[in-house]
């Protein structure tokens, strides 16, 4: 289950219906996910796909996403360092990014544009939708694996447009588990 933290408030939230009313008022969706049946270790995305059939077509349905694929991030991956750069900067998209994690954990920092900015770390079974145009960026947890879903109106629309703020370096970039720090700037504040 998320973890919701806003470092300027001193704050933790983990009960699940108080995460999804925090998010609400900042604009970002929040669901959990169960597949349809169990899913071993090796399963394919394809299978992945089909065991969560149901809750895909629903959003696709309901916002208008036409295509949906899953993604294997791993310590080893080709290129991580280089992957992972492009999201750990304050950037917005044109399309929503939706993401369902199957495995791993990871961290969004959400920059509401008259607000605080909220990290939410995600683990299996988490389902977060970043509205179009929303500010934020995303690490990966210390053991740098993630498997996802991922759901697009038009690939194309999610290229990242960088900010150029530096906010994102005010936040440790690494969750850990049930307690985040925030960097040395923050705690100056």
């Known amino acids: 289950m998320a973890i919701v933290t806003i470092p300027d408030e001193n704050r933790t939230i983990t009960d699940v219906n108080e995460i999804k009313d925090y998010l609400e008022s900042i604009d970002i969706d929040y669901e959990q996910w169960q597949p349809s049946q169990p899913l071993p270790a090796e399963t394919t995305a394809d ?24 993604i294997d991030v791993l310590p080893t991956t080709p290129g991580l360092e280089a992957m992972l ?7 917005w998209h044109d399309d929503d990014e939706v993401r369902f994690i199957i ?50 109106i038009d690939p194309a629309g999610w290229v990242p447009r960088y900010t150029d703020s530096g906010m994102a370096d005010n936040y440790q970039p690494l969750c850990f588990g049930t307690s985040y720090i925030p960097s040395p700037t923050v705690l100056a504040q």
């Open 47 to 70: 299978e992945v796909l089909a065991a969560y059939a149901e809750d895909i077509d629903r959003l696709k349905e309901l916002d208008g996403y036409v295509t949906a694929d899953v």
């Open 85 to 91: 750069a492009k999201f750990k900067s304050e950037h």
């Open 103 to 152: 495995e791993g954990r990871g961290i969004f920092h959400i920059h509401p544009p008259n607000g605080v900015v909220t990290a939410i770390e995600v683990t299996a079974g988490d389902l977060i939708r970043v509205p179009g145009g929303t500010l934020h960026w995303f690490n990966l947890c210390e053991d740098q694996r993630i498997r996802a879903i991922r759901l697009f």
